[in-house]
C-alpha cells in the first residue's frame, strides 16, 4: 500500500467468530487512538468475502486473519494477498501457537494469540508503523548502469567480493561502484551495520541475530565475525527499536 505520512491507519480483520471481531477492533481502535491516528477498519466474517473485496480493490496498510475458520480461512487469503502483492503486511490470530509456524511462506509479519491482550496488539501495531516507514524509504546507489533508487526493505545485504561490492536485495545481486567502507558511512543511518570486513547487513530486514550470523526473510545467513555478535545484537535491538 502507498501510505503517506500523517494518514490514519487502514486495518482489516477476519474472524468467523462476530465477539472476538470486535474485540479485535475495539483493541486496535485503542492502540490507535493512544497513538493519536485516526483507524479505518473493515471487518470480515468469512475469507470469501474479503477476497471478493481484495479483487475489487480492497487496500490495507495490515491484514489480521484468524487462520482456524470453517471455509476459506486467514491461511488461505494470506496466500493469495501475498501471491499477488508480496509487500502486504499480514498478522495471523490464533487460539493455537503450533499455527504460526505456517506463516512463514507468505512472509508473515507475525502473529496474536487469543484472547487478545492490549500490550500485544499495541506491540504488532507499533511492528506494522516501522514496516510501513520501512517500506516507504528508498536509498540510491551508484552502479554501473548508473545511479538506481532501491526500496530500502528490499536492500537486504552488501558484500565485497574481491574489487567489487555487490548489493543483494531480495529480487537481484546489483553491482555497486562504492567501496564497502564508504557504502557504511553512506548506510549507517539507514541501519546498515558491519558484521564483517566484508559485509554489511540491513538489521531492518534482519529476522533473527544468531551468534554466527543474521539471519534474512529468505533464511539466507549473514556471517557476523568471531567477537562481533555483542556489537550486532545492540546495533540490531536499536535498529528495530519503536
Not at 204 to 227: N, S, Y
Amino acid at each position: 500500500m502507498n501510505k503517506e505520512e500523517g494518514d490514519g491507519m487502514k486495518l482489516v480483520g477476519l474472524d468467523d467468530n462476530s465477539l472476538q471481531l470486535s474485540q479485535l477492533q475495539n483493541a486496535l481502535a485503542l492502540s490507535c487512538r493512544r497513538n493519536q491516528e485516526p483507524l479505518e477498519f473493515k471487518g470480515y466474517q468469512g475469507g470469501d468475502a474479503l477476497m471478493l473485496d481484495y479483487e475489487d480493490g480492497l487496500d490495507a496498510d495490515a491484514y489480521f486473519l484468524d487462520i482456524q475458520m470453517k471455509g476459506t480461512n486467514g491461511m488461505q487469503c494470506a496466500r493469495e494477498i501475498h501471491q499477488k502483492d508480496p509487500k502486504a503486511l499480514i498478522v495471523f490470530i490464533t487460539a493455537i501457537k503450533d499455527y504460526v509456524f505456517e506463516g512463514y511462506d507468505v512472509d508473515a509479519l507475525g502473529y496474536i494469540l487469543k484472547p487478545y491482550e492490549q500490550d500485544q496488539i499495541d506491540r504488532m501495531l507499533a511492528k506494522v508503523r516501522r514496516r510501513l516507514a520501512q517500506q516507504r524509504r528508498s536509498i540510491v546507489f551508484h552502479t554501473d548502469e548508473g545511479e538506481r533508487r532501491f526500496a530500502a526493505d528490499e536492500c537486504w545485504y552488501i558484500e565485497s567480493s574481491r574489487h567489487d561490492s555487490i548489493l543483494h536485495t531480495k529480487a537481484e545481486e546489483v553491482t555497486l561502484r562504492s567501496s564497502l567502507s564508504e557504502l557504511e558511512k553512506q548506510l549507517q543511518p539507514e541501519g546498515f551495520f558491519a558484521t564483517h570486513r566484508c559485509y554489511l547487513v540491513n538489521l531492518k530486514a534482519v529476522e533473527q541475530v544468531t551468534r554466527e550470523a543474521c539471519m534474512l526473510p529468505d533464511h539466507h545467513p549473514v556471517p557476523i565475525a568471531r567477537g562481533n555478535y555483542e556489537k550486532v545484537m545492540q546495533a540490531f535491538i536499536a535498529a528495530n527499536r519503536s
